[in-house]
Each structure stands twice: as C-alpha cells, then as structure tokens.
C-alpha cells in the first residue's frame, strides 16, 4: 500500500489524521455490496507532497488541488462526458455551401473539393432537399455563371435571371420555408477580373464607394428571387448599410443580413476559387480589402460597423486560424456570430484522409466542435451533409 511506505499520509488542510486512510477501504480489495467501479483506490502516490498554500483558508485549498480535485472522475463514461460537455456540434449548427453553374448539364465535381460539385439549377434543389431531410437548417448558394457572361461590372450578379437568382427561385420552390435559404452577395465570381468590387481604371484599385450600389443591386436581385438571407462578403466599407437600406427601400423588412465582418485575406480560399471558377487578373490578391491575418482587434472594428449598420448576424472566416476572433467577437457583440470553415480547411482534411494519415471524419467533427467551443453559433462547412448523417436525429 503506497501510503503506508511514506509514514505520512494526510489529506491537506482536512485535518485528517493518518489513521483515517489505513482503513480497509483503501486497500483496494472488492467489498460486498460495492459495485466493482465505485471499489476505492489505492490512497494517491504522493499526495502528502502537495504543501500547504499559505494565501488559501484552511480547507478551501483541498477543494482545489489533487487528490481532492480528480478531472478524471468526470471523464470515465460515455454518458458522464456527455452530461459536462461543454460545448456540442449539432446538426442545428451546420449550413451547406453549394455551387450552382450556368451552361452545365449534369453536376460537375471540383477537384480540389472532393465530394462537393458545381450544380445544375434541378440537381441544386434536389440537393437542398436531400440536407432538409437530413435536419441541415440552412444552406448559402454561388452563383457561377459561364465564362463568356462575366463582365467587369458583374452585371449578371444583379440579373433577374442571373444564374444566383434562377437558383435561389428553384430552391425556395423545392422546400418552402424548410430550409433558411441565404446567398452569398459579392461580384468576384461575375467579374471578368475576378475582384470583388469595381475596379478603378487609373489606380487598378477596386474603388469602395463605387461597388456599394452594385452590391445593393446583387442584394435586391437576391431578396426578390426568394433569399432569407444575404451574406455580403466583398469587405467592402459600408456594405451592410449600403445593403439594408436598399432592402428596407424595396419593402424587403424582413430579409435578413449575415455579415462576412471579420473575413481574412487567407491562403485557405484556393479551393473556393476553383469551384467558382474564380481567377484574380494579373496574379492580383485582395489585401487591400480583406483583413490582415495578423490583425485581431481589428476585427471588432469590422464587427461593430457591421453591426452598427444593421447586420442581423456576423461572421468570421476562415474559422480554425481564427479561433482567438471568433471568442472576442463572442464576447464583443450579442447578433449570432457565423464562422466559415473555409474550402481550404475542408481540402486539407480530405486530402490526409484520402492518404489515410487521419480519420477524416473525426478530424471533420473536432475541429468543427472546436469552432463552437470558441463561440461561433453556427457554422459554414462543406462537411454540413456528411456530418449531419452522423450526428443528426
Ligand atoms: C467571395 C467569397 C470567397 C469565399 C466565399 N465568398 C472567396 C474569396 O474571398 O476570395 C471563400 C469560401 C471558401 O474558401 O470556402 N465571393
């Protein structure tokens, strides 16, 4: 018996005398009328090391330390760690994002993104279906149109029958109000230079000011082919008021605003790029309208414009690198905060599993887990189905 070698066994600030733990008890040997898990255990290895904490009362410390305080205990069935689990993904949490092309006759896989396609207008709405069966409450359509429709105004954005839009009217007709039906609102995918917004001739810039009517163009276009929710995501200055007011102008009170508020310039969108046939002219980026991936508190400045201007939810993308943003914005406002799990994070993942170095799947349900623990609502992945197969009801 540990205990009995070192001569000195006492439970800190308890007042305990040795004689207290050389009962039979703790020999560990099964007792009748003792249920095999609830036997008691040899007396801890040591614990009479843990010295007195002079700055806490006598009898609060053992509360605080080993062997008074056991995480363990908490962990030792299935049912115990559900009971304290701190945070939980839920089927409830999960929003699919689908690609929908023009000028296609049959749904084309994207290589990058293995298992997600670029649908057809009837294959989208089926798809939209198939995830309300499955519980997924809610779903963000792009729009890719063909090649030869793109412009450098991204006029097809805004086109009533614009590829978004004739989308957006099938799926609304496939499942009613079942589903929570958003569409991603920005140009990229509709510019024939790839950016997000209008691209000023004499700078080369894209010029803030003047993409906001467009985008509100893309919005009211949106709302009238059936969306719940726009989700600009150009992080343009301005945007989400430029938005609700062209909304609430149009009699579209009720449709809401998921605001990108704190998107990254990100390495992680290469994948994306490939599934809306997006290339940025002349090797160009988009850092001088994204964040900063070193930048945290700036993203609380994105957020409460955001919401100043009448965002009705926030979202932080990519999500995994950004998990330190997800928690501050949490903290920082009360509107329902989304997080993107980006293409890139679901390419890495499919790509280790398919060599076999990680379990796919519960690499899938950890992070995504890890995105709510941090405080995100609900979230924006390419797993939605797979994983609504697994954990929904
Ligand atoms: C822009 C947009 C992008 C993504 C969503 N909306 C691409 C970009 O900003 O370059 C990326 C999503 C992903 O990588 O999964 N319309």
Redesign the pocket.
């Known amino acids: 018996m540990a205990a009995g070698g070192t001569g000195a066994v006492e439970i800190n600030n308890n007042n305990s005398s040795s004689s207290d733990h050389a009962s039979p008890a703790s020999s560990g040997r099964a007792e009748p009328g003792r249920h095999p898990r609830n036997r008691p255990d040899r007396p801890a290895v040591g614990w009479s090391t843990v010295p007195d904490d002079p700055l806490e009362p006598s009898g609060s410390a053992s509360r605080t330390r080993f062997p008074a305080t056991r995480p363990r205990r908490l962990r030792q069935t299935p049912a115990l760690r559900r009971l304290v689990a701190e945070a939980r993904l839920s089927v409830d949490d999960l929003v699919a994002?689908l690609f929908v092309a023009d000028g296609i006759e049959r749904p084309h896989p994207i290589a990058s993104l293995p298992g997600v396609v670029q649908h057809t207008v009837d294959t989208v709405a089926t798809e939209v279906k198939r995830l309300a069966g499955l519980g997924v409450p809610g779903v963000i359509l792009?729009g890719v149109p063909r090649a030869e429709d793109k412009d450098a105004l991204g006029t097809q954005a805004s086109h009533p029958d614009g590829i978004t839009q004739r989308a957006l009217r099938a799926v609304r007709d496939a499942v009613g109000d079942s589903v929570v039906v958003m569409a991603?609102c920005?140009l990229?995918?509709f510019t024939d230079h790839g950016h997000?917004g209008v691209v000023d001739p004499t700078t080369g810039q894209v010029d803030n000011d003047a993409t906001l009517p467009l985008y509100a163009e893309v919005a009211l276009a949106q709302a009238a082919a059936g969306a719940d929710v726009i989700a600009p995501?150009?992080m343009m200055d301005g945007q989400v008021g430029a938005i609700r007011a062209a909304l609430e102008g149009s009699g579209f009170h009720s449709t809401a605003v998921l605001a990108?508020a704190a998107?990254y310039a990100s390495a992680?969108?290469g994948?994306?790029?490939e599934a809306?046939s997006?290339t940025i002219a002349e090797g160009g980026d988009?850092k001088g309208y994204?964040q900063d991936p070193t930048n945290r508190r700036e993203a609380l400045v994105e957020v409460a414009l955001d919401v100043a201007e009448g965002a009705d939810m926030v979202m932080v993308?990519?999500a995994l690198p950004y998990l330190d943003v997800i928690a501050d914005v949490r903290n920082a406002v009360d509107v329902p905060v989304a997080a993107?799990h980006?293409?890139?994070e679901?390419a890495m993942v499919m790509a280790a599993a398919e060599r076999g170095w990680i379990d796919g799947r519960a690499v899938a349900l950890e992070q995504l887990t890890a995105v709510k623990r941090a405080g995100a609502d609900f979230v924006l992945t390419?797993f939605a189905g797979e994983l609504a197969e697994v954990i929904g009801g």
């Open positions: 994002p792009f991603d920005c990229d995918e997000c995501s150009g990108y998107k992680l969108y994948p994306f790029r809306a997006v988009r994204q993308k990519p993107y980006v293409s890139g679901y390419y």
